[in-house]
């Protein structure tokens, strides 16, 4: 287990440094001058000139990077001249709206998704599996964004029960974690019902019935255990997707939010934001993979092998 | 004997259903293409024509799907604004195609450092969603339709790499790839002559579901603000706009979402039918 942690630390530090290098290069990349772009909308001499000393903007690139580096180690990711606050403070408040959204839905697409694949895979062919195929292939085409949006229609407009947009009350994440977990279960609840009648098929299975095992007993006992390994792999893989999907719904349903943030950032051109934003989302996608990777291995000893 | 019997059934029906579905999806793809093209001649007032009288006007025989806030038809706007999707979808999964095929037969031909820089990076890029890699390259680039395109090709190329990369590895060892080697052909016809034929099949069936991901990228980014800027008439931003409107009129918020999700399904589904016919091995059991 060790060597397998090590072999996947080795793949995870060139994925840091290409994220950082990536967040760094934005404000270099983009069209302008960089002081320029972050002293924000009012720019005076002596403020472009204190920020071209605290990131050293006229230093060669490599020593750019490497004090950008040694800033971000200190936890410093830079001001917002737009919101006159440091950038690590605003992602302080934003990110926590993000990991509820995304955590709530991802719980509620596995809720959902799992008692769906489970019913479908232990009858393969019969009409409640094709109906509940026939519902993953929809909720996969719906795009997240309108599907907050026909929920906003539905039960915020017509029945009045829920909140439209908002945060703070329970009752404003409700609607954001129901479209996280539509479009989320699709993916989960095929995963375990190819799981489910897979194992079904096997002989031993059979031999379980004949002994004399129930049908709920043969699914609860042999099915459902093998098929919750692959579903951690693929919660691992799903991360990145669960945050940019709260990202979007963030602007659905007016949430203050990385996403929210980070696209008034872009539209304001307030780059240390933009900057910061992108440099906590990456590392936060490639961590949860890591933590999932470490996570499979850990309870699949034979892929750490490989 | 019977069991035999009820298999070739079995395939046969799947058969009519899959061929069935191929039309399906190819028919519904050709009227969106064709109501793209053709949008200037169905309504040649263009997609900007205001009228503040009538704005916000529920369906009628006149605007049959109502109007905007500005009093524009809205049914104009989505047939306009088919030619944005199919604009984004087929020059950015074309880009993302060719940069990515590319990529790819070099780095299964020359292997070496070669392969393993651009097998690293495009591993990198693979691990995160496209809508963030999209987010991240608009922030350089300043948002618009232009700055799309370019995002989301940028997302796309690592896969038609991947696919490419481990397909040329796997022709190279081929006999008659090395025919080829074997009386002194150069790199690069083999390369197009060799390997390239063989692995258009496989581009075409990802390049059709990568049209499906690049519209709902672009609708993404347009809802976001980030891409198609007004008045362009885009789905995704006619969707971000109708968000005010909901209370007065909510039928600004259901046209565009319906448009997205139905030119989504049918190039997700061309994609399948395709892979039945370029990729057989393929085919799902399900059917």
Redesign the interface.
């Known amino acids: 287990m060790a060597g397998f942690a090590f072999r996947r630390v080795l793949v995870l530090l060139?994925?840091l440094f290409?994220?950082s290098l990536?967040a760094f290069?934005?404000v270099h990349?983009?069209?302008g001058n960089p002081a320029l772009l972050l002293a924000g909308l009012h720019p005076t001499p002596s403020l472009i000139a204190a920020i071209t000393r605290e990131w050293g903007l006229n230093l060669p690139l490599p020593e750019q990077y490497v004090r950008f580096l040694l800033q971000l180690f200190h936890g410093n990711l830079g001001y917002s001249m737009m919101e006159q606050r440091p950038v690590a403070s605003l992602i302080a408040s934003a990110l926590p709206v993000t990991l509820t959204i995304g955590g709530g839905g991802t719980v509620l697409a596995l809720l959902l998704g799992i008692p769906l694949g489970v019913a479908a895979g232990r009858r393969?062919g019969s009409f409640l599996d094709r109906l509940i195929?026939l519902i993953t292939s929809v909720t996969v085409?719906?795009?997240?964004?309108?599907l907050g949006?026909?929920l906003?229609?539905a039960f915020s407009?017509r029945l009045g029960w829920l909140p439209?947009a908002g945060w703070g009350s329970f009752r404003q994440m409700i609607l954001p974690w129901l479209a996280l977990g539509i479009n989320g279960l699709a993916i989960f609840a095929r995963m375990m019902r190819n799981q489910i009648a897979e194992v079904l098929a096997n002989d031993y299975v059979r031999t379980a019935r004949a002994k004399g095992v129930s049908s709920s007993g043969t699914v609860w006992r042999h099915a459902f255990r093998n098929a919750v390994i692959p579903i951690i792999a693929l919660l691992g893989l799903r991360v990145?997707?669960i945050?940019?999907g709260s990202?979007?719904l963030e602007?659905?349903f007016l949430l203050p939010g990385m996403?929210q943030l980070?696209?008034q950032a872009?539209?304001n051109s307030d780059?240390t934001v933009?900057q910061g934003t992108?440099l906590v989302?990456?590392i936060s996608?490639?961590l949860a993979?890591f933590i999932a990777d470490l996570a499979y291995g850990w309870v699949n000893p034979s892929i750490r092998y490989q | 004997m019977l069991q035999h019997a009820q298999q070739a059934e079995k395939v046969r029906t799947g058969w009519w259903r899959r061929r069935l579905r191929l039309l399906l999806a190819l028919a519904f793809v050709a009227l969106f293409v064709a109501l793209a093209l053709l949008a200037p001649l169905l309504f040649a007032h263009g997609y900007n024509q205001q009228n503040l009288m009538s704005s916000l006007m529920p369906p009628s025989s006149g605007n049959p799907l109502g109007t905007d806030e500005f009093g524009r038809n809205e049914l104009a706007r989505i047939v306009w604004g088919a030619q944005v999707s199919l604009e984004v979808g087929f020059i950015a999964v074309l880009a993302g195609a060719a940069f990515g095929g590319l990529l790819g037969i070099v780095a299964g031909l020359f292997g070496g450092v070669v392969d393993t820089l651009i097998s690293a990076v495009a591993d990198v890029i693979w691990s995160f969603p496209i809508i963030l890699l999209a987010i991240g390259l608009v922030a350089i680039l300043r948002p618009g339709v232009e700055s799309a395109i370019v995002a989301i090709a940028f997302g796309f190329w690592p896969q038609y790499a991947r696919v490419v990369r481990s397909s040329t590895l796997e022709l190279r060892g081929r006999n008659f790839v090395e025919a080829a080697v074997a009386v002194g052909a150069s790199q690069w016809r083999i390369a197009l002559r060799h390997i390239l034929p063989n692995v258009l099949g496989q581009i075409v069936v990802l390049a059709s579901v990568g049209v499906a991901d690049a519209i709902l990228a672009e609708a993404t980014l347009s809802f976001l603000g980030l891409g198609a800027q007004p008045p362009l008439p885009d789905w995704g931003g006619m969707l971000s706009a109708a968000q005010t409107y909901v209370l007065q009129a909510p039928w600004l918020s259901l046209a565009p979402g319906v448009a997205i999700t139905l030119v989504v399904i049918a190039f997700n589904e061309l994609g399948e039918a395709l892979a039945d016919v370029f990729a057989p091995q393929r085919r799902s059991l399900a059917g």
């Open positions: 060139p994925e290409a994220v990536g290069l934005i990349l983009a069209p393969t195929v085409s719906v795009p997240l964004f309108w949006i026909l906003v229609l407009v439209s990145g997707y945050i940019a990202v979007v602007l659905v996403g980070m696209v872009i539209l780059y933009v992108m989302l990456g996608v490639l993979n």
